[in-house]
């Protein structure tokens, strides 16, 4: 089999085209505005072709206690749930399992460290943060150039 897309718990590998000659479009979700909501898919689509995509957030897994909301992601350093408003790491690369590691540890460390982490690496990353006003996306130099060259394609 040549042209494929598999989805194996929330991770996607796509290789090849669809039946009909187009690329195996995937939109990316987008944690939900209500935390107790169900999440959407965003404006950003990727052709997945030779390429893996992979998200970890807290908004899926998470506990609240005493008003404190609890990702059920352990930051390393502190032995504790993350603690930063990162609420979703979504990454592009050609190894899945490489992907969603990838994606787990940018969440861990924030922000500013995942960007500066990714664009360093050249590793393709979205980081959605929660604002009080609601959310904001990061994009590393290399999610952006991917963006690029998949709207030439469509």
């Known amino acids: 089999i040549r042209d494929f897309l598999v989805e194996v718990g929330g991770e996607l590998r796509g290789e090849g085209v669809k039946p009909d000659g187009t690329p195996w479009w995937v939109a990316l979700e987008q944690p939900p505005a209500d935390d107790h909501a169900h999440s959407t898919e965003s404006d950003i689509v990727v052709a ?3 390429i893996s995509v992979a998200t970890s957030g807290d908004y899926r897994r998470y506990f609240e206690r005493n008003g404190q909301r609890y ?11 993350v603690a930063n408003d990162v609420a979703a790491v979504t990454v592009l690369h050609e190894n899945c399992m490489r992907a969603d590691a990838l994606a787990t540890a940018m969440m861990v460390m924030g922000e500013a460290e995942a960007i500066a982490f990714g664009t360093r690496l050249g590793i393709a990353a979205r980081i959605v943060r929660r ?9 590393t130099p290399a999610f952006e150039r991917l963006l690029n060259d998949d709207s030439d394609d469509a």
């Open 71 to 81: 990702s059920h992601t352990i930051d390393p350093r502190s032995g504790r749930p």
């Open 48 to 50: 997945l072709n030779g």
């Open 131 to 139: 604002t009080p006003l609601g959310f904001t996306e990061a994009l």
